[in-house]
């Protein structure tokens, strides 16, 4: 099975920085791989697939970028509805495992 | 869309049988997948199967469900079911279904219902 790690667990930031997730795959997996938030009693969304593809309604300030095994997650100038929990999932191959998550806590 | 149901409260070692009607669009056409979320704690994907293009529909499951858990879908009715045997106190979770627009291999899921809650305690 294809794991992936994703770094760090939380994160203290402000409204207005700009803050990198990142997502490590146990093995290449080309660009197979999605960003989701997660808000408390939300059903996830996705927010970038495809690595660096922006989900349509998304907001630009959300990006992604990587290939192979290393993927980084940026929010530009971070927003007061930004503040959730972040997830990576690879869709190379089943299992499509989902990261650990990323809890984005205001500082 | 998508609405699950079929949650509830059941004992350690018993089954249920959890239900997903899709609407507004082909549903047949679609892969569907299993995602849940144990209380306080990560989505973690529990099983696929393919849309039904070939003569077998291909179905994959996490390893911890592997063996209790059987995904199947009735397209006449829309629907996606997940059969849940030998239950324990570890699949006490919400349990969304979730399909993918293009493909779930280059698109993710972008399409979730709104979840069912199981909880599996004595």
């Known amino acids: 099975d294809i794991q992936v790690t994703q770094s760090p667990s939380s994160l203290s930031a402000s409204v207005g920085d700009r803050v990198t997730i990142t997502c490590r795959a146990s093995q290449s997996i080309s660009n197979y791989l999605n960003w989701y938030q997660e808000k408390p009693g939300k059903a996830p969304k996705i927010l970038i697939y495809a690595a660096s593809s922006l989900q349509s309604g998304v907001p630009s300030r959300f990006s992604g970028s990587g290939s192979g095994t290393d993927f980084t997650l940026t929010i530009s100038s971070l927003q007061p509805e930004d503040f959730s929990t972040y997830y990576c999932q690879q869709t190379y191959s089943t299992p499509f495992i989902f990261g650990q998550g990323t809890k984005l806590e205001i500082k | 869309q998508l609405v699950e149901s079929g949650g509830g409260l059941v004992q350690p070692g018993g089954s249920l049988r959890l239900s997903c009607a899709a609407s507004g ?74 399909t993918c627009s293009t493909n779930c291999y280059t698109g993710g899921f972008d399409i979730w219902g709104q979840g069912t809650m199981v909880t599996v305690s004595s």
Do not use: H
Request: with cysteine; glycine share 8%.
């Open chain 2, 25 to 98: 669009f082909t549903f047949a056409n679609y892969e569907m997948n299993w995602v849940r979320q144990a209380p306080g704690k990560g989505l973690d994907w529990v099983s696929y199967i393919s849309s039904s293009g070939g003569i077998v529909d291909f179905a994959d499951y996490a390893g911890s469900v592997k063996g209790r858990f059987t995904i199947s879908r009735d397209n006449a009715k829309n629907s996606l079911y997940l059969q849940m045997n030998s239950l324990r106190a570890e699949d006490t979770a919400i349990y969304y279904c979730a």
